[in-house]
């Protein structure tokens, strides 16, 4: 039995995860959950899993009614609490094997490290982690996974699994890469959908209103990385994040266009042979195997059906149009911290998109703007979560000045 925290239990991602355990709960305990401001969604997910431990982000809801609601489930039997160190003190719990981090933004990289550093298991949704915080995190992992192997609890081969990416296209290249040797792969290929916008030019897209924006064609996301699958941000997160998990350099990180999402993403090896991971648009497979890891359980969807897949189709990402991809690509290889930086423009710029307060275009424009004052006043090397919390406050400023 798994012992599991899920930090955004009420997002996509966290519904989805207490989903794949509501079907394995002869393999999988859900112990703790954290919410954002959702708690009634929260509340009603731990009286159907008999959940006691509870924390809510937003503090301000501990003066609010509903916390009476929060301690009353949470009894003598758990811990509870509100703000982002109650989050925290979830993943510390004796009795928790893995965490699940699905938080949105920032906020998650926090989350993250405590996880690591409390000798967790960490299945990571949340992209920022390593975007903003990738040379803070993978050292620790790469104690836990030593941790692991001495405790004798790692798998007798292949990678001992302290960190276990539930994206669908890191879980997509982990699983590819799983029996090979690092030294002979020559490409990681990072597939995309190409969002609601695929094919149109910079001059199609003024005008664009939000609810045009988050109509996605294959997946079913939140709002935030709706917006960023749409502006190719998704897939310049997920280059900076591939860059960190694997060990690989950014000149050998591709992105591709696959419009059909079937493919979710490919290994290239140095024999010109490709693998790439297939299966049905839905998170429940990577969140799954990201639990089981290294098992296989029963399919927690229907499998894909190759005769009715039809073609697939590849393409150049168009980053003259997506300008978010050449900047996240930009801030990766320049690296210290101007991702925290980009990171925190973009979700600032991508917030004021969705209340109607700056345009569609003028994400890409704001970020790079904030990216430029950051360079010219100089990139740090990245040394403690105090410095990047710093710096993303400054950043968030900067970019509230510069929405457009």
Aim: proline share 4%; aromatic share 4%.
């Amino acid at each position: 039995m798994r012992r599991i925290v899920v930090l955004g239990s009420t997002g996509s991602i966290g519904t989805q995860t207490v989903d794949v355990v509501r079907q394995h709960l002869d393999e999988l305990e859900i112990v703790g959950l954290a919410v954002n401001t959702r708690v009634a969604d929260m509340l009603e997910q731990a009286r159907a899993h008999n959940v006691h431990n509870l924390a809510v982000g937003d503090e301000r809801l501990a003066a609010d009614a509903v916390a009476a609601d929060v301690r009353e489930q949470a009894g003598s039997q758990g811990i509870w609490g509100f703000g982002m160190d109650a989050v925290v003190n979830l993943v510390r719990l004796p009795e928790v094997d893995v965490v699940v981090n699905a938080l949105v933004g920032a906020a998650g990289l926090r989350a993250s490290y405590e996880t690591l550093a409390a000798g967790k298991v960490l299945a990571l949704a949340n992209k920022e982690s390593l975007v903003v915080g990738g040379d803070l995190i993978m050292p620790l992992a790469a104690q836990v996974d030593a941790q692991r192997r001495q405790a004798g609890v790692a798998p007798k081969m292949g990678p001992a699994g302290a960190l276990m990416p539930i994206d669908s296209e890191h879980g997509a290249i982990y699983q590819c890469l799983l029996g090979e040797s690092e030294r002979e792969v020559s490409r990681l290929w990072v597939t995309a959908s190409g969002g609601p916008f695929r094919g149109k030019k910079r001059a199609d897209l003024e005008g664009i209103t939000p609810a045009q924006a988050l109509k996605h064609p294959t997946w079913n996301m939140g709002a935030k990385i709706s917006i960023d699958s749409s502006t190719l941000m998704n897939k310049g997160l997920e280059v900076i994040e591939a860059h960190h998990l694997f060990n690989m350099p950014y000149d050998k990180i591709s992105v591709v266009v696959q419009p059909q999402s079937a493919i979710h993403s490919m290994v290239e090896f140095t024999d010109g042979s490709v693998k790439a991971h297939l299966g049905t648009t839905d998170m429940r497979i990577p969140i799954q195997f990201a639990l089981s890891y290294p098992a296989r359980w029963a399919a927690p969807v229907e499998p894909l059906d190759f005769t009715k897949l039809g073609s697939l189709e590849f393409a150049p990402a168009d980053t003259d149009t997506f300008r978010c991809l050449a900047l996240a690509r930009h801030a990766g290889t320049v690296g210290g911290t101007l991702p925290c930086v980009m990171n925190a423009a973009n979700e600032v710029a991508v917030a004021a998109f969705l209340a109607e307060q700056g345009s569609y275009l003028g994400i890409a424009e704001c970020v790079e703007a904030v990216m430029d004052a950051h360079e010219r006043e100089g990139v740090q090397r990245v040394e403690s979560l105090e410095q990047l919390q710093e710096l993303d406050a400054w950043a968030r400023e900067t970019a509230r000045k510069s929405v457009r």
